[in-house]
């Protein structure tokens, strides 16, 4: 799998939340959050559809856009990218850090408790 782009990694964050879309649409929601113009997310886009992370459907004049890749498989893929050159491979020192860097609310620690629990009760 190509490792995506920042610019890649949030149009398909977009896409994956919306299943598909027009460039446009995501060119808007993209401009609500940063200074970007509507031929850039066009360009990007083009560029994401030939390297084969997202297919576009041509049967209207609106160009519709489907992500080919899967988040969860995308997300596995970066996280090993980051753990082994970042953290030398420590899975404890990522996990720390994560944890560092703002304060989870009690939902969130109780959902990693359980996790962990899982995980344990897995290797037992």
Do not use: C
């Not at 994956?16 to 959050?33: G, P, T």
């Not at 509507?38 to 990007?44: A, D, G, H, Q």
């Amino acid at each position: 799998m190509n490792k995506p782009t920042e610019a890649e990694l949030e149009i398909l964050s977009l896409l994956w939340q919306l299943k598909e879309a027009s460039v446009r649409q995501i060119h808007e929601r993209l401009a609500a959050v940063k200074d970007t113009g509507y031929t850039t997310t066009l360009k990007i886009m083009q560029i994401m559809h030939a390297k084969g992370m997202v297919e576009r459907d041509e049967a209207s004049r609106t160009h519709i856009y489907r992500p080919l890749v899967k988040q969860g498989d995308t997300q596995k893929s970066l996280l090993k990218n980051l753990m082994t050159t970042a953290f030398g491979g420590s899975t404890s020192t990522l996990v720390m850090q994560a944890l560092g860097q703002e304060k989870p609310s009690k939902a969130e620690i109780d959902e990693i408790r359980a996790f962990l629990d899982n995980l344990e009760n897995d290797n037992a």
